[in-house]
């Protein structure tokens, strides 16, 4: 016959061995789970976040192109602003010389007109001037 408390021992061994490696499997089937759970999460997340911030770089790709444009614009504006300001120089200095040449005209216009005026017999000769 058998000892029973031997019996007992050796069951309550094998069962608690049982219940230890039981739990070890659940508790690895937990984690396995967990981890794909995880990487299924950590996909689902990341693509869309990867999908805005390309969306977002391309936003500030568009706006830095823009403002390189701007600024290509403005240089061409401040070099054209410049030639329009020596042109302007130029017509002043021109508009300057023709409103002397019209005051001169006008001036000499008028001491002819005078000269018409006088009488001729009035007039000294073209010949006796000074010499």
Known sequence: ???PVNVVVKEKHFVVKNFYSTLVMAARQNFSDSK???ERWM???VLPLEVQIKDHKAQLQSRL???AKINEKTTS???QMAILKVA???LRKQREMIEGLIARV???A???SLDTDIHPSARPSRWCRRR
Do not use: C, F
Request: net charge negative; no cysteine; proline share 0%.
């Open 1 to 3: 016959m058998k000892d």
């Open 36 to 38: 794909s759970q995880t």
């Open 43 to 45: 996909q689902a997340v």
């Open 65 to 67: 192109d823009n403002l």
């Open 77 to 79: 504006i401040n070099e």
């Open 88 to 90: 302007e120089a130029d």
């Open 106 to 108: 006008t001036a000499h």
């Open 110 to 112: 008028a001491t002819s």
